[in-house]
């Protein structure tokens, strides 16, 4: 698969400029699945040596991925639900990609997958990955801006979305994704959350992380009621607020066990939407766009 002729988008406002900035900058220390890397570096593809670029680099922009480690539920929980859908026959989109892990695993299960991403290098990466993962005849990826898509209306069956929202303005994002999913489709965002005050001073303290934009964008829980004005259904669960205890004990023997009975606690406070605010991610779904004057 060609990877050489990834070309930027043209004639963009400065805020989506230094969105690619940052993500450029970040795709190209790390070609590989930045969620997993710090638990789990035997499990990336094409392994670990050829995936990150610069060592001293990684550790000074993905200083965050050590929060990943206790992300298992959340993860679990989006996958199956990916897994569920993305059934051969099924037109899925990977609504801002980044390095392509869930259109890549989406995949998998023989549906035909699309990713866009306004990043060319992380498109670049994309493909790579889909080669080395061997579903590069049914998964592709294109340069493309989120908030004015070239698709035709009603076009997926099923989108998933990772950690994308806080970078684009909400409401156009909501319009797209409502003009280009089918009737009978469906949609799956992974998200973190602004509320809780520690999380957001951490946002704050590692600048290197994230754009400014992105810092006073996480999404709150009134973002679901603008969700509401395009889509009859949103169903949201929320993650991870007793497990963060357990990240430092991510490389000992404890951490296993002592992760799993914080997620036990985290399910059973997290069900109460007054606490599960203060969680780290919600996993919300849409379906049943509304029509809209």
Not at 71 to 76: L, Q
Request: proline share 4%; glycine share 6%.
């Amino acid at each position: 698969m060609e990877t050489s002729n990834v070309k930027p988008l043209e004639n963009l406002e400065e805020r989506k400029l230094k969105e690619i900035e940052h993500s450029e900058r970040r795709r190209t220390i790390l070609q590989g699945y930045e969620r997993h890397i710090d638990t789990t570096l035997d499990e990336q593809v094409g392994g670990v040596p050829s995936l990150i670029r610069d060592n001293e680099a990684f550790e000074q922009h993905f200083s965050n991925v050590k929060y990943y480690s206790v992300a298992t539920g959340s993860e679990k929980y989006y996958q199956d639900w990916l897994r569920q859908r993305c059934t051969p026959g099924k037109k899925v989109l990977d609504y801002c990609c980044g390095n392509g892990e869930n259109g890549i695993y989406s995949a998998q299960f023989g549906a035909d997958v699309i990713g866009i991403d306004i990043s060319p290098q992380g498109i670049e990466n994309c493909r790579l990955n889909a080669v080395r993962e061997g579903v590069d005849k049914n998964c592709r990826f294109e340069v493309m801006d989120a908030e004015a898509t070239q698709f035709p209306d009603d076009s997926f069956d099923v989108i998933v979305e990772y950690g994308a929202l806080h970078h684009l303005d909400y409401p156009k994002a909501m319009t797209e994704l409502h003009r280009i999913i089918k009737p009978t489709g469906e949609i799956i965002c992974v998200e973190a959350l602004r509320h809780n005050p520690l999380i957001h001073l951490y946002r704050r303290m590692t600048p290197d992380l994230r754009t400014a934009w992105e810092v006073e964008h996480i999404l709150t829980v009134q973002h679901l009621d603008q969700s509401r004005e395009y889509f009859e259904e949103v169903n949201t669960k929320f993650f991870h607020l007793a497990s963060l205890a357990a990240v430092p004990f991510r490389k000992t023997s404890i951490f296993k066990p002592l992760r799993g009975v914080l997620d036990r606690i985290d399910e059973s406070i997290l069900k109460r939407p007054w606490i599960g605010k203060y969680a780290w991610i919600m996993v919300f779904t849409m379906a049943k766009p509304r029509k809209l004057a």
